[in-house]
């Protein structure tokens, strides 16, 4: 098999893999278990780190899109830590065994899930199936604003609010919003009628002509029910499309009803549902 080679980037070295993710995007819905958008959302803290896996030979025609500098080590994958789980996006061609091979080394006991790179031995997690849902571009009405630095405390917290346990925090925030994926994130924001945030929508620019994504999506829970994450959703979405996103698309599990909902509400449709492939238990 070709040989691989796995370089870990820190937050301030990820414009390269972001490049490559934002190649490997394909306009309709995210490829892999990886978009430039999650990413972007990892980058909130100070010790990001993405996995960029080469062609150690150096072989063939460099890719100027991927890296201006002609580097012969075509980038073949890239790969996060979520948690327990190995999230990865290899490229269309790319030798999902040598990588298997090489991400062994990540899939220390405990790292138990592998999204978007199935590993020999390992079979779909039964337990949780996951809803990849896309939107197509059309005119909108939201009463949501885009998000600028006097709304980000408000934006953390609807952050909070919505998330149990949450620990985002302003500096998370402006972490992410200097990190090399900063420019490519559109946020909105929805307050009531008296001006109290209700809810807030992060989406990802993956280039024109490219899917865009949605990542995170909350509602405060005093205003649930009330239109608001629709709201938050549809702005996002439409302002995703002016920048030239060809679709946007949103992950959930499916056994989140209520998201689910929002997301139909929206306009958005279930283009394929997919499983983190799981390490057997032992007997």
């Given at each position: ?16 893999a972001l490049r ?102 390992w079979h779909p ?43 985002f925090a302003l ?113």
């Amino acid at each position: 098999m070709p040989p691989v080679v796995r370089r870990t980037l820190s937050r301030f070295d990820t414009p390269r893999a972001l490049r490559a993710l934002s190649v490997w995007t394909p306009a309709d819905a995210p490829a892999g278990g990886l978009h430039p958008g999650d990413v972007g959302w990892l980058l909130r803290h100070a010790d990001a780190t993405v996995h960029l896996w080469v062609d150690a030979r150096g072989t063939g025609r460099p890719d100027p899109r991927l890296d201006p500098r002609h580097d012969a080590a075509a980038p073949v994958a890239v790969g996060i830590l979520d948690g327990r789980v190995l999230r990865v996006t290899a490229a269309p061609d790319a030798d999902l065994g040598a990588l298997a091979a090489d991400a062994e080394e990540l899939l220390v006991p405990g790292n138990d899930w592998s999204d978007g790179l199935p590993v020999p031995g390992w079979h779909p997690d039964p337990k949780e199936t996951w809803l990849v849902l896309s939107w197509t571009p059309e005119p909108v009405t939201s009463r949501a604003e885009r998000v600028g630095e006097p709304d980000a405390a408000d934006r953390v917290l609807i952050h909070r609010s919505a998330f149990e346990g949450s620990t985002f925090a302003l500096k998370h925030w402006e972490r992410m919003k200097a990190s090399p994926a900063g420019h490519s994130a559109v946020e909105t924001l929805v307050r009531t009628p008296t001006g109290a945030p209700a809810a807030a929508a992060t989406g990802w620019f993956a280039g024109a002509g490219r899917c865009g994504l949605l990542e995170p999506v909350g509602t405060h829970p005093d205003q649930r029910g009330r239109g608001y994450g629709r709201d938050a959703v549809l702005g996002t979405c439409a302002a995703l499309a002016d920048r030239g996103a060809s679709a946007v698309a949103v992950m959930t599990p499916a056994c989140n009803e209520a998201a689910v909902a929002l997301y139909a509400s929206a306009g958005f449709t279930v283009v394929r549902e997919t499983q983190a492939w799981t390490r057997p238990r032992r007997s």
